[in-house]
């Protein structure tokens, strides 16, 4: 299923819950600006190659549009655009004030040394940078981008608009970005979770783990459901997985994959296929990797009685449908994985006060905001007596819908 297609059908299923009509519905889901630069980069080697930059800007009723630069393979139109109205859906749950937008370039960072990444970001930034801005939109790091590239498009950005590092979050912190913000994500799912398994009368140290995914995301929530006192007993990347139903090792797991650039090989437990991560026995499934991965296909293979959705849209509507047949919980990834964004508005925040806080608070301020949705998410499954990602869709419309509804037309 295409990613614009699940996007909408979930919009689709809350605009009914919340009761809006065709016009306010069709106006949220057009996005507000779509942009697509074509960029020409001199390999080291002195050949030409071209690539296609994109970036969304779906809505912003409520602020500036925010979220994430791609650097992928099979970054494209639709998913692109798919994943900037979940940016301004992400943000309404967590109250933040912004809308959403996405973006990236089509390529295989892996292929690229470092240098060429350098100046295929710097051209990119070229190519946007009347586009975006610290009140405008503001890109932060997503799969095969992080620090160094928000470090490359601040100094690029600054070269036309004078120093601005609020153009971007997920920069290095020696050029104003936040302490606490490379584990936002991974830590936003350990709240988000501390709250689900709470009401449910259960712990972090209730429950074995299986993670999908160990980048940014995934190895984050790795150590912190760790030392949570979780058991990680499976855990994939790209190129391999391993499995340890006793637990694996995660700190040595995580030497081992910055020693080796992959899980792949790890002696403290066994290999298994990357594909078979979906379906190893644990309770709790965190899919942190790509998104459309939980199908119809998939989703009757899950042993989990619990998905946290690291990833952005890693389910499918049809597998939503099988799951809950199944009695599976999904805590949904526009409030799970809502850490990062929040984290980034914290950041963004600092770098407009020029005022830094400690890593205490922010990971304080963190939890308050995870709590606090949880019980806007929670409250409103109650009331419309649907499921959490309905919930939190219906959330997001109604605070969105309101914004919009008070600036005018
Ligand atoms: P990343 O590039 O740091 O890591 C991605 C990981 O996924 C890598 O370990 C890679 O090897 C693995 N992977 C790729 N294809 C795979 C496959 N077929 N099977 C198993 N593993 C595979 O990216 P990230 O920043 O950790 O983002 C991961 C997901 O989380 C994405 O969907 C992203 O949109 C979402 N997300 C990221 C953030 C953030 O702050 N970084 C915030 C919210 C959501």
């Not at 080697?45 to 809505?59: C, E, K, L, P």
């Not at 991965?293 to 099988?322: F, M, R, Y």
């Not at 809950?324 to 949904?332: D, K, N, S, W, Y």
């Not at 922010?362 to 499921?387: F, G, I, P, Y």
Request: one cysteine or more.
């Amino acid at each position: 299923m295409k990613a614009t297609e699940a996007t909408n059908r979930n919009f689709a299923r809350a605009a009914r819950l919340v009761g809006i009509d065709a016009a306010t519905e069709r106006q949220l889901t057009t996005p507000f600006r779509e942009i697509k630069v074509e960029l020409t980069l001199v390999r080291d080697d002195g050949s030409i190659a071209t690539f296609t930059g994109f970036r969304v800007q779906h809505d912003n009723a409520r602020g500036p549009m925010k979220g994430g630069i791609r650097y992928h393979p099979e970054v494209e139109p639709d998913e692109v655009n798919a994943l900037a109205s979940l940016m301004t859906w992400k943000t309404a749950v967590v109250n933040l004030p912004y809308g959403g937008g996405k973006g990236g370039i089509s390529c295989d960072p892996r292929q690229l040394s470092a240098a060429e990444q350098q100046r295929l970001t710097r051209q990119f930034t070229q190519k946007i940078h009347d586009c975006i801005g610290p009140q405008v939109d503001i890109p932060a790091p997503d799969m095969g981008t992080n620090a160094q590239t928000m470090a490359w498009i601040v100094d690029e950005y600054s070269k036309f608009h004078g120093w601005s590092p609020g153009v971007v979050t997920g920069k290095p912190v020696e050029l104003g970005g936040s302490l606490g913000r490379d584990a936002a994500t991974g830590r936003g799912l350990l709240y988000a979770a501390e709250c689900a398994f709470a009401d449910a009368g259960r712990k972090i140290s209730d429950f074995t783990y299986a993670i999908q995914g160990f980048g940014n995301v995934g190895s984050w929530a790795a150590r912190l459901f760790h030392e949570a006192g979780g058991k990680i007993v499976a855990v994939s990347d790209v190129d391999g997985a391993v499995r340890n139903p006793d637990g694996l090792d995660i700190p040595a797991l995580y030497a081992w994959s910055q020693q080796h650039r992959t899980v792949k090989g790890f002696p403290g437990g066994e290999a298994m296929p990357v594909d078979a991560l979906l379906g190893t026995r644990c309770d709790v499934l965190i899919p942190a990797a790509l998104g459309g991965v939980i199908t119809k296909t998939t989703a009757p293979e899950i042993q989990a009685s619990w998905i946290l959705e690291g990833a952005n849209h890693p389910s499918d509507p049809d597998a939503d449908e099988i799951l809950a047949r199944r009695g599976i919980h999904v805590l949904p990834d526009i409030y799970a994985n809502a850490g990062g964004v929040t984290v980034s508005y914290f950041e963004w925040v600092q770098n407009i006060q020029q005022f830094y806080w400690d890593e205490a608070r922010v990971n304080d301020e963190l939890r308050r905001v995870m709590q606090q949705s949880w019980t806007a998410l929670r409250d409103t499954a109650r009331k419309h007596a649907c499921d959490l990602r309905a919930a939190a869709f219906a959330l997001a419309l109604s605070r969105v819908m309101s914004a919009t509804r008070l600036r005018g037309v």
